[in-house]
């Protein structure tokens, strides 16, 4: 069925877990904290990943930033935390679902199966919903990590692909500078010049320049954005 991996720090709820993945013919592999999760997103690739919040080591939304850095894997987040404003958090950080503690065996069988039926994993007999990104001649498959332009595969830095589909994912919006390296770099600080080089990279491979902009704007001293090229107002080749 689906491999699945376990980041829970609690060895009772651990076991459980394993245990009735396991009887539900699901491979598991699992983990106490959050950077051993980190290494075996890297590692290994996963359908879903069920992340307790209260890890020994990092913040659970702090672990879901840095997942998210490497991997587009579902994450179903597992919480005690009976907080809606956390869990809206969370869910716009990147985490497809959550469940809140305790669960049942039942609840979590149904949240999985619907995450992996979205993502198109699990041998799911249902089509999976899109999830590209388009955005004029772009499309993005973020779990793919595929990009086309005008149906031409785009050969892309991991990086650069980030940045793309961050910027695509928020189309006509000036992302500011600082949440562009927290978001795609996961830095809170950091020189303009990274950016900048990588955006540089990123156009060419779009076939634009900075002085001759189709997709993407660059607003000095306030940000970047990405939008479709207006009809007609296309810049000469
Ligand atoms: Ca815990």
Not at 56 to 62: F, I, M, V
Not at 105 to 125: D, F, I, N, W
Not at 138 to 143: E, H, R, S, V
């Amino acid at each position: 069925m689906a491999s699945v991996l376990v980041v829970e720090d609690d060895q009772f709820v651990r076991s459980a877990l394993i245990r009735h993945l396991t009887d539900a013919s699901h491979t598991v592999r699992s983990v106490g904290t959050a950077l051993e999760a980190l290494r075996e997103v890297a590692h290994f690739r996963f359908d879903v990943v069920i992340l307790d919040l209260g890890l020994p080591d990092l913040d659970g939304s702090e672990a879901l930033k840095m997942l998210r850095g490497i991997t587009d894997v579902p994450v179903i987040i597992a919480t005690a935390r009976d907080d809606e404003t956390e869990i809206v958090r969370l869910l716009n950080d990147g985490a497809d679902d959550y469940l809140t503690k305790p669960f049942s065996v039942e609840h979590l069988s149904a949240r999985m199966a619907a995450v992996l039926r979205r993502s198109g994993a699990g041998g799911a007999a249902e089509a999976p919903l899109s999830r590209v990104i388009r955005v004029g001649g772009l499309a993005i498959d973020p779990l793919r990590r595929q990009a086309e332009l005008d149906g031409a595969p785009l050969d892309l830095t991991r990086r650069e692909f980030d940045l793309l589909t961050f910027l695509a994912g928020r189309p006509g919006v000036v992302v500011p500078r600082k949440e562009l390296l927290a978001e795609v770099w996961q830095q809170s600080y950091g020189d303009d010049q990274t950016i900048d080089v990588h955006l540089s990279w990123l156009r060419r491979k779009l076939g634009e320049t900075a002085a001759r902009p189709r997709y993407l704007h660059t607003l000095r001293g306030v940000g970047v954005k990405l939008e479709p090229p207006q009809a007609g107002l296309e810049p000469p080749q």
